[in-house]
């Protein structure tokens, strides 16, 4: 049946001409455009809630992680494998890797359907907006051959269990910080298993099929384990170095001002590493297996440091005589623009007293103050 399904999805895309096909290309390469999958939990995380991009984080990575894992463990073949008359689109890349369960839904589910969850109460347009789209992306991957209907519904199963135990784990700790540790010992107990059962799958079991097979090599499902449990441990690494050594301060307990400098701060940061660094560490052997570690680890730890160092740097610098109960965004407006507050500008003004008095005096010795 789902063949069938496939095939008929198959046929409408043939006769239907390229605009569908092109719309649903976008959908699903804009579902995997890494500086999109960087800034939606990071401006969760920097602006809206640490609470809500924690959840988000957790589950992209959770996600990605137990997709990697079920697709190296069942090794399942791609649609077009197991049938020679059903084709994917011509359009986009031709799939290399295991079909069971779909990665591009798994992320869809993770990364946008999560973060819809979140801002439910508060965003609820964008919501329905971020839930359309993965909608649409689940049907794209139909629609342009590349999964079958169980590869998809599976995925989206596997992204609700994720998102209900990552709401109710941290909505645990926000009640228990203090149960931070055992949390962080678990999370790397789990890197460790995964990361012994990859090895062990590949070089002592050799437990992948031939590549004639299912069109996959066996190197590179090694590969795209170990990069996914690379990113879940940059995320466990990343999230408990910020409750330990940073700490900034929540999104919710600061301005509209200070969110937008974050954002700025931040998004500049990511679109360097995005288009700028990571495209030269591609090239090196060990960069893939480690890319979504090096990910997490500036989103979660690094950046909100240069978040704190920032702010801090501003208080501490005596010259600036900046206002506590400014923002950073706004002090930094003042600094740039000259604009001064009025205990600066009655302080100022004084001066200009003193100096034109002693001027008169100078010229005058009779003349009172």
């Known amino acids: 049946m789902d063949l069938q399904y496939l095939h008929f999805l198959q046929n409408i895309r043939e006769q239907g001409g390229e605009f569908w096909e092109r719309f649903f290309v976008f959908i699903t390469e804009l579902d995997v455009n890494p500086f999109v999958l960087f800034l939606i939990p990071c401006v969760l995380f920097w602006?809206?809630?640490?609470?809500?991009?924690?959840?988000?984080f957790f589950t992209y990575n959770v996600g990605t992680c137990l997709n990697t894992i079920l697709k190296n463990a069942i090794c399942c073949k791609r649609p077009f494998v197991r049938d020679a008359t059903l084709h994917p689109s011509a359009l986009t890349a031709r799939p290399n890797n295991y079909s069971f369960p779909s990665g591009h839904s798994t992320i869809a589910v993770n990364i946008f359907g999560s973060a819809g969850w979140v801002i439910r109460n508060k965003y609820k347009v964008l919501t329905w907006c971020l839930w359309i789209f993965v909608a649409l992306v689940l049907f794209s991957r139909n629609y342009l051959g590349a999964h079958t209907p169980q590869d998809v519904l599976v995925a989206l199963i596997n992204g609700i269990i994720i998102i209900g135990i990552a709401e109710l784990l941290f909505k645990y700790l926000k009640e228990h910080p203090e149960k931070d540790n055992i949390v962080f010992y678990y999370g790397l107990g789990i890197v460790v298993l995964l990361y012994a059962y990859t090895i062990l799958k590949y070089v002592v079991f050799k437990s992948y099929p031939a590549f004639e097979v299912t069109q996959v090599k066996p190197l590179t499902s090694m590969t795209d384990n170990l990069r996914a449990i690379?990113?879940?441990f940059g995320f466990v690494l990343g999230w408990y170095l910020e409750r330990k050594f940073v700490n900034f301060k929540d999104p919710e307990k600061i301005s509209l001002s200070e969110k937008w400098a974050r954002f700025v701060v931040g998004a500049i940061i990511v679109a360097v590493f995005v288009f700028m660094i990571f495209p030269v560490l591609k090239h090196f052997v060990w960069y893939r297996p480690i890319q979504f570690f090096i990910q997490n680890m500036l989103c979660l730890f690094f950046i909100p440091l240069t978040f704190?160092?920032?702010?801090?740097?501003?208080?501490?610098?005596?010259?600036?005589?900046?206002?506590?109960?400014k923002t950073l965004l706004d002090n930094i407006y003042d600094f740039v623009n000259g604009e001064e507050n009025k205990e600066q500008k009655e302080?100022?003004?004084?001066?200009?007293?003193?100096?034109?008095y002693r001027k008169n005096k100078l010229k005058n010795p009779h003349v009172k103050k």
């Open 308 to 325: 704190k160092g920032i702010s801090t740097w501003f208080e501490l610098t005596p010259n600036l005589k900046l206002t506590p109960k």
């Open 230 to 232: 690379g990113g879940f």
């Open 47 to 56: 602006c809206l809630s640490k609470q809500s991009g924690q959840i988000v």
């Open 347 to 356: 302080d100022k003004e004084g001066k200009k007293e003193k100096t034109k």
